[in-house]
């Protein structure tokens, strides 16, 4: 490479990676051939059930689906959406305004901010957050500000604690309920309070619903349910965790048209849309979520169970996640997320994700994944039961 060559400024401005150590111990264990526990990647481990899978070899054969798709996706999915929806949360939306096809949830929650925000304008973004909601916003020339979570406010957002002139200025707001890495869910009047906040002081609202389909108790809700929020909000919908397709890339958002619209216009100069035939076996998806995604909640409450009884018995504090594939421990012993992270590693060959990594707010916590089988989790327990920690 040429000696003069330097990455674009913009990728400079983006937060330094931290888990480059951790990611280096973690690949020298399994390449000495460690029994590495790999708790650290919210990544299913289970296949893609089989029907969809059935589904994709039906339509992959397709002549049609070769060509190339629709941007704002098949007419067919956008219908099929807007069933789900109706069916799942009792709100009824125009498949042709209301819904968009995404090439996984990520796309749309990357490229959002270059059709909404301007140099200037306020983003707010949780702390701590899944990395995928800043980038972009600085990308956009907008001033980032975070949303502290806490564990005393059931790690809700404190809307009172924000400034009015920040209020303001801001010009989107990103949620994530059910929430990674922390698991909490938000009750419908947190949403009700945002909708009236983002109608007083013109902001929008994306919230991230890629877990909305894990929930061990009551099912979460949409934003959409509230009254005036489709004219203010989206939300992103994704099938990796629904239905164990990550591999796949495919999701949606849903709401305000006109957010939609400036989201599919950045979207049109950089892609071009899902391949047909994946929208087509997610049709089939949502037509049998009932029956596809109950055992997948079942599998993830046990594993649940295991995790969670297992280190309470260690003298872990940590609350039963109601909804995710994520327990969020406190760091025992008064060390950093970090020095956990490495100490688990090193001694017992256990990978998970400093909560630091998530957001300042994540430290005093570490993120366990719920993707690896029960015994495996019985046995990280055990290793951890043998360090002193
Ligand atoms: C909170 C959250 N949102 C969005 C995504 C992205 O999901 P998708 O595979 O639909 O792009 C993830 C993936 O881990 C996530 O944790």
């Not at 070899?57 to 397709?62: A, D, P, S, Y």
């Not at 594939?325 to 025992?332: D, E, G, N």
């Amino acid at each position: 490479m040429a000696e003069w060559f330097q990455k674009a400024r913009r990728l400079q401005q983006l937060p330094p990676y931290l888990f480059t150590e951790i990611d280096r111990k973690k690949l020298e264990a399994i390449r000495a051939g460690r029994d590495v526990i790999n708790l650290g990647v919210g990544d299913p481990d289970l296949p893609t059930p089989e029907p969809i899978v059935a589904s994709l070899q039906k339509h992959v054969t397709n002549p049609a689906f070769h060509r190339y798709a629709l941007d704002q996706g098949a007419p067919e999915f956008r219908a099929a959406v807007a069933r789900w929806f109706e069916r799942r949360y009792g709100v009824k939306l125009d498949p042709e305004r209301e819904v968009l096809a995404l090439i996984g949830s990520k796309d749309g929650i990357a490229h959002l901010p270059l059709g909404v925000v301007d140099p200037g304008d306020v983003v707010l973004i949780p702390d701590p957050a899944y990395p995928g909601y800043l980038p972009f916003s600085r990308f956009a020339g907008a001033e980032v500000h975070r949303l502290e979570l806490h564990e005393q406010n059931g790690f809700l957002p404190d809307l009172d604690a924000v400034h009015e002139r920040l209020w303001e200025r801001c010009k989107l707001v990103y949620l994530n309920f059910p929430n990674n890495p922390t698991a909490a869910i938000a009750p419908i009047d947190f949403y009700a309070r945002l909708v009236e906040l983002a109608h007083r002081y013109r902001f929008i609202i994306a919230q991230d619903a890629a877990y909305a389909e894990i929930y061990f108790a009551d099912r979460p809700a949409s934003i959409l349910e509230v009254d005036g929020a489709r004219d203010v909000a989206i939300e992103f919908h994704s099938f990796s965790k629904t239905f164990n397709m990550a591999g796949w890339r495919l999701g949606f958002a849903v709401g305000a048209p006109d957010v939609l619209a400036a989201l599919a216009q950045v979207k049109s100069n950089c892609d071009s849309g899902v391949f047909t035939a994946i929208q087509f076996a997610g049709i089939d998806a949502l037509e049998q979520y009932e029956a596809l995604t109950e055992p997948l909640r079942a599998t993830y409450r046990r594993r649940r169970d295991t995790l969670v009884d297992g280190l309470a018995r260690l003298g872990w504090q940590l609350h039963v996640p109601q909804a995710t594939f994520y327990v969020w421990a406190r760091v025992p012993g008064g060390i950093s997320s970090t020095d956990l992270a490495s100490r688990l590693l090193d001694e017992a060959d256990i990978v998970v994700t400093p909560g630091v990594g998530f957001g300042r707010c994540g430290e005093g916590y570490v993120r366990m994944a719920l993707t690896v089988p029960d015994h495996r989790l019985s046995e990280a327990v055990e290793r951890i039961a043998r360090l002193k920690l």
